[in-house]
């Protein structure tokens, strides 16, 4: 039998998602919220997973998401990424979702209530049942943690509300100084620059976002900068404590992959909670984190839209990132071959999209 108590630290998405997805399994639940720290509400990009779970775990269908801001998302529309603009189309019949992300805490908070006992209370992880960290991105990155390559820390976001969506795909430009998604939602699109701030000026951020704006026929009514680092834990299960979300890892917005991610930290959780291997989990863990790194990594290896600093680094850095995975992670040479393939997000469609309309395909098998 697995262990049938356990705790929760942190209300935001991926806090939510283990709340709902342990009680569920049964599981008698300590929820712990900090009060002063307000569930962050970001990644209101996803992919095919969530809807999937949320269906799974509380019957939600796409109309029940409509109701709570929710949007379709067919797919990615990339442009500047190659010689022309391409969609990573996730196929006829799939769809995932732009979500309002504070509006889909609240109503699972609503749902699991009567089945959690949710503690208004500070806590740190070193409580006497088995903990689930979801607590958010800690302080201090030290020893535990490994930074990763990707090139970009900064992302300056703005609101722009509108009376309806007017597509329904994430867009992302790549542009002088990194690269902007749109995210449509119901009342309004969500617009962000994510940027290097060691190699880019915030007015000429300003200035090249605001150009998108007025092409896009949107005015912004608020926006926040935001700095980031990308990191994952170099050991995340434990036998009484594993971390989730922000708490666990950190990597930049392209491709939509943080919530995929995080459930698939929940379904090893469930194998450790039922007396799983966490050494195990954890290698799957690190792979996982690393396979989702060449993911974002691919976007950097592409001839620049424009020659800039930023470019230059990225190129730099995304080459060699994959000179050593080239060397040290035979699965990565699957990539190039259209073989039936499962790598971290990506399915084989996937990488035949994104490899073609980057233009990757020499790059990448220059390195074998």
Not at 73 to 91: D, L, R, V, Y
Not at 150 to 167: E, G, L, S
């Amino acid at each position: 039998m697995g262990k049938k108590r356990l705790s929760i630290i942190g209300r935001g998405t991926v806090g939510c998602l283990n709340a709902l997805k342990f009680s569920n399994l049964g599981y008698d639940i300590d929820w712990y919220h900090d009060p002063k720290k307000p569930a962050l509400a970001v990644g209101e990009g996803t992919d095919l997973v969530l809807p999937k779970f949320l269906y799974k775990e509380m019957g939600l269908n796409y109309e029940d998401l409509f109701k709570l801001d929710a949007h379709y998302k067919q797919g990615i529309e990339k442009i500047n990424w190659g010689s022309k603009p391409f969609t990573h189309w996730f196929g006829l019949g799939n769809m995932a979702l732009h979500i309002n992300a504070n509006k889909l805490q609240d109503y699972i908070c609503q749902h699991i209530k009567d089945k959690v006992n949710i503690i208004e209370k500070k806590v740190d992880n070193k409580l006497k049942s088995f903990t689930i960290d979801c607590s958010g991105t800690p302080s201090l990155l030290e020893d535990e943690f490994k930074l990763t390559p990707i090139p970009v820390n900064k992302a300056y976001v703005v609101q722009c509300p509108w009376d309806k969506p007017t597509f329904n795909k994430t867009i992302c430009i790549a542009k002088s100084y990194g690269w902007v998604f749109l995210i449509p939602l119901q009342d309004r699109c969500s617009v962000g620059y994510i940027y290097n701030s060691h190699y880019s000026q915030h007015e000429n951020v300003q200035h090249e976002l605001s150009s998108i704006l007025k092409d896009y026929n949107l005015m912004a009514k608020e926006g926040n900068v935001m700095s980031f680092e990308n990191f994952y834990r170099k050991n995340n299960f434990n036998e009484n404590l594993v971390y989730n979300g922000n708490a666990s890892f950190f990597l930049e917005p392209l491709e939509a992959t943080s919530l995929n991610t995080s459930i698939k930290i929940i379904d090893q959780t469930h194998k450790i909670l039922c007396g799983g291997n966490p050494e195990i989990e954890n290698k799957k863990y690190i792979n996982t984190l690393e396979e989702t790194i060449d993911i974002i990594m691919l976007h950097y290896l592409i001839d620049p839209p424009t020659k800039s600093n930023f470019w230059e680094m990225a190129n730099h850095k995304a080459n060699t990132w994959f000179k050593l995975r080239y060397k040290d992670y035979p699965k990565i040479g699957l990539i190039t071959q259209g073989d039936s393939l499962h790598y971290a997000t990506w399915f084989e469609n996937s990488f035949k999209q994104n490899l073609s309309g980057m233009n990757l395909y020499e790059k990448l098998n220059s390195f074998k």
